[in-house]
């Protein structure tokens, strides 16, 4: 399946705007999860946990799920394939991997900020800081792949050009009429 040039752009323009959104949010998450961390100021603190809580909610989740949804239906619409090019394969698995763990650690958010907002005294809570840094190192890592597209066809990317080459030949070898 092959989109036309204008879908095809209208697709990975939002995909790039969804993916670099989510790089974004995870930055502005970082920043307050050092401030969390960091902080010795109690309403600084409590702030910053309650950030996170709305960050994390409306903002990275939808745009972690939605880069992820988006990346796959372009590939299929494209040249690239999904399952053709390592670099793609690499791309999906690790765009994966952070979704199902920010799936899993946003419970972990929530429950931190209802914490910070009990009253109790939020410097007390743990923080989210490896999670943080993690997803951004994963994240970073998505974008090098996406810029540089390292060379590398998967088993099934060969026997597919192998298969388009050989469809090539016999085409040029048919008599035309």
Known sequence: MTMSPGL?????????????????AVVAYLALDITATASQDVQTVRA?????????????????????????????????????HYWVLVKLLLTVFAAIVLLIEASTVSYLARAA??????????GT????????????????????????????????QQEQRRQQRE?????VR
């Open 8 to 24: 095809r752009k209208v697709l990975l323009t939002t995909h790039i705007t969804t993916s670099v959104g989510w790089l974004g």
């Open 48 to 84: 910053a946990y309650l950030a996170m809580g709305v960050i994390v909610t409306y903002v990275i989740v939808p745009l972690a799920l939605a880069s992820a949804l988006i990346g796959i239906v372009n590939s299929l619409g494209t040249p690239w394939g999904l399952f053709r």
């Open 117 to 126: 907002a009990s009253g109790a005294d939020p410097r007390q809570l743990p």
């Open 129 to 160: 800081l490896l999670h943080s840094i993690g997803g951004s190192v994963v994240l970073l890592l998505v974008l090098i792949l996406s810029v540089h597209k390292p060379r590398g066809v998967t088993r099934y990317g060969w026997r597919r």
């Open 171 to 175: 085409r040029r070898q048919v008599p």
